[in-house]
C-alpha cells in the first residue's frame, strides 16, 4: 500500500484535480498543465503525451454534462468539430511515436502562447465595448454595436459553413492526437474569434469535442505503449472532481474574466513549459 501511495502519486492526483478545473473553466482537456508537471514527476517526453489522454475523457464529459444541463453547448458545432477531429486524433497519436517527443513539447508550447495572446486579445475587446457610453448619441452607437455584436454570435455559428467547422475540427483532433492535449486550447480562440461563440458556449462545445476527440487518441495512444498509468490512474481520479469545480467558477464568472484568466494562465504556462524543453533538447 505504501507503494501505491507515493509523494510522487499524490502530487500527480493533486495535477489531476488541477486539470480538471481547467477543463471545466476553459473547455480545455487539462494536458497544458499535467504534461509538463508529470514530466517534472519523472515522466518521459512520450510518457507526457500519452499518460495525460486517459483524463480527458472524464473531464469533458464531466464539464460538458454541467453546461448542456445549462444549454451552453452549440451541438452542432460540437458534433461536427468532434466527429471530424475523432478521425484525425487517431492519425496524430501514431505519429507522436515517430518523432522526436521533445519537438512535441515544444510545439505544444508554442500553441498554448498562441491560444493565450489570442483570449487576451478578446477579452481586451470585449472589454472596450463594454465601456463605449450607454447614454446620448455615443450611447446610441455603443446600443447599436451591442445589438449588433449579440445578433452576430447568435447567428455566425448557425450560418458558418460545415468545410469550416470540418477544418476546426479536424485541426484540432490531429493536435489533440499528437501533443496529448485535449484539443480544446484550439477549438476556443476559433469558436470564439471566428464563430463569435460566446464564451461559456464556447467552452461548453468545446468539452463535448474534445470528450469525442479523447476516445480514439486514448486508443491509438495505449496500442502503442505512450501511456505510464502510474501517472494516467491518479490523474484519472483527479479530474472529475476538479471539473465540476472548475464548471462552477466558470458559471460564477463573467465572459470577459474567463477569456482573462484562460489566456494568462495558459500563456504563463506556455514560457514555462517551452523553457524547459527547449533546455531539455540539448540534453
Known amino acids: ?16 484535480f488541477g486539470s480538471g478545473i481547467l477543463a471545466g473553466m476553459f473547455g480545455i482537456g487539462g494536458a497544458v498543465l499535467t504534461t509538463p508537471a508529470i514530466r517534472v514527476l519523472g515522466a518521459t517526453p512520450i510518457e507526457g503525451v500519452g499518460s495525460t489522454v486517459p483524463s480527458i475523457l472524464p473531464g469533458a464529459i464531466s464539464g460538458a454534462y454541467r453546461y448542456a444541463k445549462a444549454g451552453l453547448v452549440d451541438w452542432r458545432v460540437a458534433l461536427i468539430c468532434g466527429a471530424t477531429g475523432g478521425l484525425l486524433a487517431a492519425v496524430g497519436a501514431w505519429v507522436s511515436g515517430l518523432v522526436n517527443a521533445h519537438y512535441l513539447m515544444v510545439l505544444t508550447a508554442g500553441l498554448m502562447a498562441f491560444s493565450g495572446v489570442s483570449l487576451i486579445r478578446s477579452a481586451r475587446m470585449a472589454e472596450t465595448l463594454a465601456e463605449v457610453p450607454a447614454a446620448g448619441p455615443e ?5 447599436g454595436l451591442v445589438v449588433e455584436a449579440e445578433t452576430d454570435e447568435m447567428t455566425s ?7 469550416l467547422l470540418i477544418a476546426i475540427g479536424a485541426g484540432a483532433g490531429a493536435l489533440a492526437g499528437l501533443l496529448g492535449i485535449g484539443g480544446g486550447i484550439v477549438m476556443i480562440p ?11 458556449v464556447a467552452v461548453g462545445s468545446s468539452l463535448v469535442a474534445v470528450a469525442l476527440f479523447s476516445i480514439p487518441a486514448l486508443i491509438t495512444h495505449a496500442y502503442y505503449g505512450h501511456i505510464a498509468w502510474r501517472f494516467a490512474i491518479p490523474l484519472l481520479i483527479g479530474v472529475v472532481p476538479g471539473a465540476q469545480v472548475g464548471a462552477r467558477l466558470s458559471f460564477a464568472a463573467s465572459d470577459v474574466l474567463v477569456r482573462r484568466l484562460f489566456g494568462w494562465s495558459v500563456l504563463a504556462m506556455s514560457v514555462v513549459y517551452g523553457v524547459s524543453e527547449i533546455l531539455g533538447l540539448r540534453h
Open 1 to 16: 500500500m505504501h507503494d501505491l501511495v507515493t509523494p510522487a502519486t499524490v502530487a500527480t492526483l493533486i495535477l489531476g
Open 157 to 163: 455559428a448557425a450560418e458558418v459553413g460545415v468545410v
Open 190 to 200: 476559433a469558436f470564439t474569434g471566428v464563430l463569435r461563440l460566446p464564451m461559456k
Open 139 to 143: 450611447g446610441d452607437m455603443a446600443e
